[in-house]
């Protein structure tokens, strides 16, 4: 059974910065796509960003390129998000995912794991 726990989430003023961290299962950020999704309230759960398994390759959603960082840490049980220059926008709850195929991370519907969240607030 694959576990995942965030934290790290906060309220922060536009123009700040967090990092997000979600521990994994023993093995799983190196075993599995992984990947970000946020839920603002009323609205649906959205890609944010995605790290493959594979090669280590990212994506990020056109709203986060060049402000948010993916990344895992050597060990393979952490999952990070930087979130640099953070606007009211970026509020919602942070969700980290692990998928067992590649195309399914950038799927809400398709992920197979699921941490319960974080709740990251940006005042302007």
């Known amino acids: 059974q694959v576990q995942l726990v965030e934290s790290g989430g906060g309220l922060v003023q536009a123009g700040g910065s967090l990092r997000l961290s979600c521990v994994a299962s023993?093995?799983?950020?190196?075993?599995?796509?992984m990947g970000w999704f946020r839920q603002a309230p009323g609205r649906e759960r959205t890609f944010v960003a995605a790290?493959?398994?594979?090669?280590?390759?990212?994506a990020y959603s056109d709203s986060v390129k060049g402000r948010f960082t993916i990344s895992r840490d050597s060990a393979g049980n952490r999952l990070y998000l930087q979130m640099n220059n953070l606007q009211p926008e970026d509020t919602a709850i942070y969700f980290c995912a692990a998928a067992t195929s590649n195309w399914d991370i950038y799927q809400s519907s398709k992920v197979d794991y699921w941490g319960q969240g974080t709740q990251v607030t940006v005042s302007s």
């Open positions: 023993q093995g799983t950020v190196s075993n599995y796509h």
């Open positions: 790290l493959t398994k594979t090669f280590g390759s990212t």
